[in-house]
């Protein structure tokens, strides 16, 4: 079945720094991915939409130029968390639809200190 | 707009008992309705998803939800609760548009009282 494979797992990073997410998908094309953040003890809120090839859509209240999402090709998009802060401590999960339903990464814990 | 409501925060079940957790939905076409789970720290895995036919959908671990359009409702059930199903269980809605994202309920933390 169709997989996406989502890393890092888990990143612990200073305050400051930027951080990059990759989801790959393994054995199809995903010309669409979605970003979600959740945090703890609360449901998945989308973040971002992105398309391969053209520019990501952002949901309101989501700072584009602080969540950096490229979609550069049909198996790769990335979110880069840039200048992290502690409140961006968050559990990142990447998600592709396809003819059947949703892929889902395995998500990312993100933990800014 | 699309929106899903979970409306019990927790619930906590003995195991060996019988379990249903509601799902509301709101959506302006036909739905495609999907449960997932959660265990800590973890991803999501899907449970069971309904896009049409049949309107009682079977699952994995046991699980099986039935959609009724009148109701607006997808509840998820199972006969009788394991331990290892303690978790955070999310409902979804998506539709058969390839560009639209799922909408997820609030999420139901289930317990499993020994």
């Known amino acids: 079945g169709a997989v996406v494979s989502q890393h890092p797992s888990r990143v612990i990073c200073k305050s400051g720094t930027s951080v990059k997410i990759e989801c790959r998908s393994l054995?199809?094309?995903?010309?669409?991915m979605f970003w979600y953040r959740q945090f703890p003890k609360q449901s998945l809120m989308l973040m971002a939409t992105?398309?391969?090839?053209?520019?990501?859509?952002?949901e309101q209240g989501v700072e584009k130029d602080k969540f950096l999402i490229n979609h550069a090709s049909l198996t790769l998009s990335t979110l880069t968390v840039t200048s992290a802060h502690p409140e961006d401590s968050s559990f990142y999960i990447c998600?592709?639809?396809?003819?059947?339903?949703?892929?889902f990464g395995s998500g990312t814990r993100l933990t800014v200190v | 707009a699309q929106s899903v409501t979970q409306p019990d925060i927790h619930i906590t079940v003995s195991e060996g008992a019988s379990l249903e957790l509601r799902c509301n939905y709101s959506?302006?076409?036909?739905?495609?309705l999907f449960w997932y789970v959660q265990s800590p720290g973890q991803g999501l895995q899907l449970l069971l998803k309904?896009?049409?036919?049949?309107?009682l959908v079977q699952g994995i671990k046991g699980f099986e939800a039935e959609f009724k359009r009148s109701q607006s409702s997808f509840n998820l059930r199972k006969p009788s609760v394991h331990w290892s199903d303690a978790a955070e269980y999310f409902c979804?809605?998506?539709?058969?548009?390839?560009?639209?994202?799922?909408?997820f309920g609030g999420g139901t933390r289930l317990m499993v009282k020994p």
């Open positions: 998600s592709a639809p396809g003819r059947y339903g949703y892929t």
């Open positions: 054995d199809f094309q995903a010309t669409t």
């Open positions: 992105s398309n391969e090839g053209s520019k990501a859509t952002y």
């Open positions: 959506y302006g076409a036909t739905p495609y």
């Open positions: 309904y896009f049409s036919g049949d309107t």
């Open positions: 979804a809605v998506g539709s058969n548009n390839a560009g639209n994202m799922l909408t």
